[in-house]
Structure formats: C-alpha cells, structure tokens
C-alpha cells in the first residue's frame, strides 16, 4: 500500500511560482514512478509530469514543458512539481500518482487527495 498527501496549492498571479510536494509513505515506495495529473472544472485529468525515483528519467506534458520541473528528495519519499510562469489555463487540482512511469491515467494505482491550485490573470 501507498500513502500520498500533497501540499503547495494556492492562489498566485499569472507569471508567479509555486512549488507541490506529494509526501509517499509505504514498503514498495521505490518501484513505482511518481506523477503529477491536474484535472481543471468540467475537463478530464491530464497528465503533467512524471518521475523515475530509480533515475533522474523524468517526461513532460508539452503544456508545461520549459515552466515546470520535477524533482524528487529520496531521503524523504518526496516529490516536489515546482511550476514557473503560470497561466490561467494551469488552474487546476493537482493530484500526485504512483504506478508505472507513463502518462497514462489508467497506469497509476495510488493517488493523493489533490491541491487546488488557481492562477488569477
């Protein structure tokens, strides 16, 4: 079993920073990859990034890619999404995922309670 609880959402002007962490707890915490999805009112979950914790190997959604970066911190079974030039259209719940390193909804077992957050224009 995989515990996931995220944490960073808020409210920020288009343009600004914020920074997510998804804290993992459980025996098999290694084998998976981590992901962040987003889902926005009204639309499906989109994938946004994910993370190999066995490597640095780490994909991109073409939305994001160049603003936002994944990171993880092993000694501490956290993932960190730091997101960079926000827009608008990032406004979203923030869900982190553990499973198979892949950008496939279907391919993420464990999922965290979700972080709102909201980019004023």
């Known amino acids: 079993q995989v515990q996931l609880v995220e944490s960073g959402g808020g409210l920020v002007q288009a343009g600004g920073s914020l920074r997510l962490s998804c804290a993992a707890s459980?025996?098999?915490?290694?084998?998976?990859?981590m992901a962040w999805f987003r889902q926005a009112p009204g639309k499906e979950r989109e994938f946004v990034a994910s993370i190999k914790w066995s490597s640095t190997n780490t994909v991109y959604a073409d939305s994001v890619k160049g603003r936002f970066t994944d990171s993880r911190d092993n000694a501490k079974n956290t993932v960190y999404l730091q997101m960079n030039s926000l827009k608008p259209e990032d406004t979203a719940v923030y869900y982190c995922?553990?499973?198979?390193?892949?950008?496939?909804?279907?391919?993420?077992?464990?999922w965290g309670q979700g972080t709102q957050v909201t980019v004023a224009s």
């Open positions: 995922a553990a499973g198979g390193f892949s950008n496939l909804y279907r391919d993420y077992h464990y």
């Open positions: 459980g025996r098999t915490i290694s084998n998976y990859a």
